[in-house]
Nanobody, 123 residues
Framework: QVQLAESGGGLVQAGGSLRLSCAAS????????MGWFRRTPGKERAFVAA????????YYADSVKGRFTISRDNAENTVYLQMNSLKPEDTAVYYC????????????????WGQGTQVTVSS
């Protein structure tokens, strides 16, 4: 059972930056696809970004391309989401996710979820 713990959320003004971190309990995440989803009140969880086990491939939602960067450090069992040029519409609870092997763009594609961290962007 992989446990994921997010950190780094908070309140930031529009145009600012935050870096989210996700610490995994298992060393074997080196073979997992890792990613981030977000959810705003009244909406379904939405794909944000994902990174393959080697870090060689990354995927982003159109709404965050060019502003967010996902990366991973398998030696530290950690995945990061660097968020720049933040907008009020980025306000959400952000969830770290993982699955063994290849990932996808839908919540059901991922087996493991963190508890979430709140990101609030003020205008």
């Amino acid at each position: 059972q992989v446990q994921l713990a997010e950190s780094g959320g908070g309140l930031v003004q529009a145009g600012g930056s935050l870096r989210l971190s996700c610490a995994a309990s298992e060393r074997t995440i080196g073979t997992y696809t890792m990613g981030w989803f977000r959810r705003t009140p009244g909406k379904e969880r939405a794909f944000v970004a994902a990174i393959t086990w080697s870090g060689g491939n990354t995927y982003y939602a159109d709404s965050v391309k060019g502003r967010f960067t996902i990366s991973r450090d398998n030696a530290e069992n950690t995945v990061y989401l660097q968020m720049n040029s933040l907008k009020p519409e980025d306000t959400a609870v952000y969830y770290c996710v993982a699955r063994y092997g290849s990932g996808g763009y839908y919540p059901n594609d991922y087996h493991y979820w963190g508890q979430g961290t709140q990101v609030t962007v003020s205008s």
